[in-house]
């Protein structure tokens, strides 16, 4: 998700709804007891159900205006120039005696931005003054990113890695020791959006099919071994990625695909691709 409003307009709609109060501030964090709970475990409506149910009618909120003009990192790709405005993150929380429930969500490149801007990144390391004159031309940065999202897109550990800042992260990792940082910044950025463009293509084909893979997912040790849901649901997700071209699943593709595995085992029947 690029522009995280939609989420940030959940939040406030949610509060105006539950009477619950909103504080437009979160705490700070490591000063004590806390649960982090990223999106990957509970999506933004499962936090807010649980908010109501656990939380004292306090919720803490803060969504992020990106502003590019802030001076953290000078002259700054016209991608990030044209989010100006753009909400990239956003944070909630809220307290049950005495412990913190965290949830964050950041835009895959205000994730880019924050690593530029801290200039600590020794893959991207901060420009000096005199390698002005080495940055590559708009038609240099161009090719060379290029190249580089070709071999992104060819690397399996890519293609699994899951949509979002893990396959960020895995990218920019993987990129050659001593990558210009704007170039470096180009390919994750067109590689992850291409990744999941192929992402979406493989699973449109596979969703019609997910009665048959359910009744494959059956048969598999891995599946057949895992003696918990997060377990079950975990194998159902890795069984999928052979499948789609090597491209992990949706977690809701996953869940359903799970689901209805879950569903077969109950009635035991075979699915006819099976017999």
């Not at 463009?197 to 048969?219: M, N």
Request: glycine share 6%; with cysteine.
């Amino acid at each position: 998700m690029d522009n995280l409003a939609k989420l940030a307009a959940a939040v406030t709609e949610f509060a105006a709804r539950s009477a619950v109060t909103l504080v437009p501030a979160v705490p700070e964090r490591d000063l004590g007891p806390e649960v982090n709970i990223s999106p990957d475990v509970l999506d933004l409506p499962g936090f807010l159900a649980l908010a109501a149910s656990l939380g004292g009618g306090v919720l803490y909120f803060e969504a992020v205006a990106f502003d590019p003009a802030g001076g953290e990192v000078a002259d700054p790709p016209a991608e990030l120039i044209r989010r100006k405005g753009e909400t990239g993150r956003v944070s909630v929380a809220f307290a049950v005696n005495g412990l913190i429930h965290f949830w964050e969500q950041s835009a895959p490149w205000y994730l880019e931005w924050q690593e530029l801007a801290a200039s600590r990144s020794t893959r991207f390391p901060a420009r000096r003054d005199d390698e002005d004159a080495e940055r590559p031309s708009d038609e240099e940065r161009a090719r060379l990113a290029a190249e580089l999202v070709t071999v992104l897109l060819a690397d399996p550990g890519f293609r699994a890695a899951r949509a979002g800042a893990a396959r960020q992260r895995y990218a920019k990792l993987a990129l050659p020791e001593g990558t210009d940082s704007w170039v470096g910044w180009d390919a994750c950025r067109d590689a992850a959006d291409q990744a999941e463009a192929l992402a979406q293509a493989q699973y449109a084909q596979l969703t019609p099919r997910l009665d048959e893979l359910a009744a494959q997912l059956l048969t598999t040790p891995e599946y057949q071994q895992a003696s918990s849901p997060a377990a079950r649901k975990e194998a159902a997700g890795q069984f999928l990625i052979p499948v789609a071209d090597g491209f992990a699943a949706p977690a809701l593709v996953r869940d359903e695909l799970y689901a209805r595995a879950q569903r077969l085992a109950k009635t035991g029947k075979q699915h006819p691709t099976l017999l």
